[in-house]
Structures are given as structure tokens and as C-alpha cells.
């Protein structure tokens, strides 16, 4: 409950920017090679909390849109826009 009213967590329709180098080998415009995603920007679409009404706490767990292509990332590799 409490998670909820903190500003801290991101929520679906946040906008925010990768704060941190992250590189990705699967983006659409440079596929099989290194691509560093800090300072792109994009919108939350999910924050995953749970798979099939069970509680998870996967590895990376925002999934950032940038136009098509989405990624996911911890809450410590973004900031909000």
C-alpha cells in the first residue's frame, strides 16, 4: 500500500532518461553490436511486480519504450524526465 504514494517508485506513463551506461546488443538500429543507451529518453510502460498473480522480483524489472523498441532496467539506471 505504501509503495504506492512513494515518488520514488516509476509508474506506467513516467517519462525518464537513462541515467547510466547501459549497453544493449538488440537495438533496431544497431543490431549485433554495442549500443550505449544513456541519455536516451522514453516512457515506462510496465513495472513488473508479478507473473500470474504471484509476486516476482525479476533482475531488471522496468520496461522502458523508446518509440518500438523497449528495454528493460533497474530502477537505479533511470531518472525521471
Known amino acids: ?9 516509476m509508474q506506467p506513463g513516467d ?3 537513462v ?5 544493449v546488443y538488440n537495438h533496431p538500429q ?3 553490436e554495442p549500443f550505449d543507451m544513456e541519455g536516451q529518453e522514453g516512457e515506462v510502460q510496465n513495472v513488473l ?5 504471484r509476486p516476482i522480483s ?9 518509440g518500438r523498441f523497449r528495454a528493460h532496467f533497474r530502477e537505479d539506471e533511470l531518472a525521471a524526465v
Open 30 to 32: 544497431h543490431r549485433g
Open 58 to 66: 525479476p533482475t531488471l524489472p522496468v520496461v522502458v519504450a523508446f
Open 1 to 9: 500500500m505504501g509503495a504506492q504514494s512513494d515518488p520514488a517508485v
Open 15 to 17: 517519462q525518464v532518461r
Open 19 to 23: 541515467s547510466r551506461s547501459v549497453v
Open 49 to 53: 511486480t508479478d507473473w500470474k498473480g
